[in-house]
């Protein structure tokens, strides 16, 4: 059992997906996407050409493939589908995940979808991906052999794909496997791991047939009795934006029983990593400082605040809560850190006012606490100025305070 079928592999058929991935199909791509000609007529162009399908499957490859630069540097010449590229992993953080992984030795990547974290495993050794879908298994295959002609980092061999049910894989036959269960096998979202396809029922069963296992999960994922004790739980976040919860077992995981928080920067070689210690939470703050900072959405996600306040002798402005306050500045690209400028009860009127007497314009909003939306508040609050900050809306008791602040970089 593996990914679910997408809805584009149910729409046309595998051969119209074959001929996609072929010689025929790609100077047809690479025309239409350089086209600048109106939709009508580049549909009717293809329409001399190929089938309504085909037709379709042209189009939307070329903005799919315009989306996906932001997760592949050789996304222009990759193939997707649009559920497969939404749950791929992209290059840097399936990089990073793949340096856990043994050096030349067999792996393998099942639910592989459109082959996000396989093309990172082939750089490694050799990979194989399974997938049951497949057009999926046929799209990672062409993807796999994208990496090896040179469009991204060159692995020694173009990883094997095969379509099969996870269930007969021999996971006895690598040295370690990467699974990325569905989370949508009923066609709706769910962070219930017991209603993942597949469920924990044949992971277990998989890891007592190799216990080395990274399991890819998202950040909110409700997890079966007894892993959190196993495992390793990781939290992976780039660009502010907390991307998955990554389970490790057996000797992939350098910290097992524990949470750890990475945050990854613009290349699989800068990262951060807090991992879960006995710290004390911090003390409260008796006022507010001249900086405030904010935790990485990971470190939130793996509820590791206290570990990394703890860290820099940070207060917290309220207990329990997610800001902290000091009178220096912290470096740190697990903190979102902020210069304080004004502090005063969130009132619209007295709040406008002192934004528009700083001649702000671009407001970054953020909030803790408070039910406020934020897109919602900067229409209400119209600015035009030129000068950017960033508002920080807060609960301290019954009071909700704004904190007018610079980022810091």
Same mark, same amino acid.
């Given at each position: ?43 009717? $162009?293809? @329409?001399? #050409?190929?089938?309504?399908? !085909?037709? %379709?499957?042209?189009? &939307?490859?070329? /903005? ?7 997760? *592949? ?5 990759? *193939?997707?589908?649009? !559920? ?29 979808? =459109? ?32 990496? =090896?002609?040179?469009?991204?980092? @060159? ?40 209603? %993942?396809?597949?469920?924990?029922? =044949?992971? $277990? ?10 399991? #890819? ?36 995981? !350098? ?37 405030? *900072? ?17 860290? %820099?002798?940070?207060?917290?402005? +309220? ?19 902020? &210069? /304080? ?5 969130? @009132? ?7 934004? @528009? ?7 970054? +909003? ?9 897109? $919602? ?23 909700? =305070? ?8």
């Amino acid at each position: 059992m593996t990914k679910s079928t997408s809805a584009s592999s149910t729409a046309v058929a595998f051969d119209d997906f074959e001929w996609l991935i072929g010689p025929d199909a790609r100077e047809l791509l690479s025309s239409t996407a350089s086209s600048r000609n109106p939709l009508t007529a580049q549909v009717a $162009e293809l @329409r001399g #050409k190929c089938s309504p399908a !085909r037709t %379709h499957l042209v189009l &939307e490859q070329v /903005v799919l493939r315009a989306k996906a630069r932001a997760k *592949f540097t050789a996304a222009n010449l990759m *193939f997707f589908t649009a !559920r497969g590229l939404e749950q791929a992993t992209d290059e840097i953080v399936a990089g990073y995940k793949a340096a856990r992984f043994p050096v030349g030795l067999r792996v393998l990547d099942l639910c592989c979808g =459109i082959g996000g974290d396989l093309l990172a495993l082939a750089q490694r050794g050799e990979a194989m991906g399974v997938d049951r879908d497949p057009i999926m298994a046929l799209l990672a295959g062409a993807n796999g052999r994208v990496a =090896i002609e040179g469009s991204i980092e @060159r692995p020694s061999r173009a990883p094997d794909v095969t379509s099969r049910d996870v269930s007969e894989i021999d996971i006895g036959q690598c040295a370690a496997w990467h699974i990325d269960p569905d989370r949508r096998p009923s066609g709706r979202r769910t962070t219930h791991v017991a209603l %993942h396809e597949p469920g924990p029922e =044949i992971i $277990e069963r998989l890891l007592a047939g190799n216990p080395h296992a990274a399991i #890819k999960l998202a950040p909110a994922a409700e997890l079966p009795t007894g892993w959190s004790a196993q495992a390793e739980l990781e939290w992976i976040s780039r660009g502010r934006e907390c991307r998955q919860l990554v389970a490790w077992f057996g000797q992939l995981a !350098r910290h097992p029983g524990r949470r750890s928080a990475t945050i990854l920067g613009s290349d699989t070689t800068q990262y951060r990593t807090i991992v879960e210690t006995d710290a004390k939470s911090p003390p409260v703050a008796e006022r507010i400082g001249r900086y405030l *900072f904010e935790p990485d959405a990971a470190v939130l996600a793996a509820k590791l605040g206290g570990t990394l306040a703890a860290d %820099h002798g940070l207060a917290a402005l +309220i207990a329990g809560g997610a800001y902290w306050t000091a009178d220096r500045a912290v470096a740190d690209p697990a903190l979102g850190c902020f &210069e /304080v400028q004004e502090v005063m009860p969130f @009132r619209m009127k007295p709040l406008k006012a002192l934004l @528009r007497s700083r001649n702000i314009g671009p407001l970054e +909003i953020k909030k803790r606490g408070v039910e406020v939306d934020p897109a $919602e508040l900067r229409k209400q609050l119209n600015l035009s100025g030129d000068e950017a900050a960033t508002l920080l809306l807060a609960r301290i008791g019954k009071r909700v =305070i704004a904190i007018l602040a610079r980022r810091v970089s």
